[in-house]
């Protein structure tokens, strides 16, 4: 069950949009229920689904359709280093790289200890500061080096 929390989030974004049109604020229940559980369980869809009157396949697609949704448990933080073009021809394929041995995990896993995931997300609209990164879609981290990922990486220990 949506706690209390998420449920009184939902409702002050379902204000914003006509009383017939409660699936508009899904991307926004989504992502609360992100930020509070870390993660999106095939249960949590069916709960979003059930709280503003969609099937459960409505609310799925959407959470399958944008990157910034996690679908299984990917760690405290989860790191989303664009690989879309501008990116990657910056040198975000050398970012991953570099994040996978730091990490010693590949690409849609987390570390050992639960503390960090990686993954690959879309172009986050911040071309100019290529190659980027975005922390739990909260920070975004841009012009990426090895020097400022280590650094980042130390920030997250503390
Ligand atoms: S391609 Fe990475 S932010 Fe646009």
Redesign the pocket.
């Known amino acids: 069950m949506l706690s209390t929390n998420i449920q009184q989030q939902i409702d002050r974004e379902l204000k914003k949009y006509p009383a017939d049109q409660k699936q508009s604020a899904v991307m926004a229940a989504l992502r609360f229920v992100q930020d509070e559980r870390g993660w999106i369980s095939n249960e949590a869809i069916d709960e979003v689904a059930a709280y503003l009157g969609m099937t459960s396949i409505a609310v799925y697609e959407v959470a399958t359709f944008y990157h910034m949704y996690n679908l299984k448990p990917m760690g405290k933080y989860t790191l989303t280093v664009?690989t879309?073009?501008?990116?990657t021809l910056c040198g975000?394929l050398d970012t991953v790289k570099y994040l996978e041995q730091k990490l010693g995990i590949g690409l849609n896993e987390v570390t050992p200890d639960g503390k960090i995931g990686l993954r690959e997300g879309e172009?986050?609209?911040?071309?100019i500061?290529?190659?980027?990164a975005t922390i739990n879609n909260k920070r975004l981290c841009g012009h990426l080096t090895p020097e400022k990922i280590d650094q980042i990486l130390a920030e997250l220990d503390k």
């Open positions: 664009c879309n073009l501008s990116c975000a172009c986050m609209g911040v071309c500061d290529a190659p980027v």
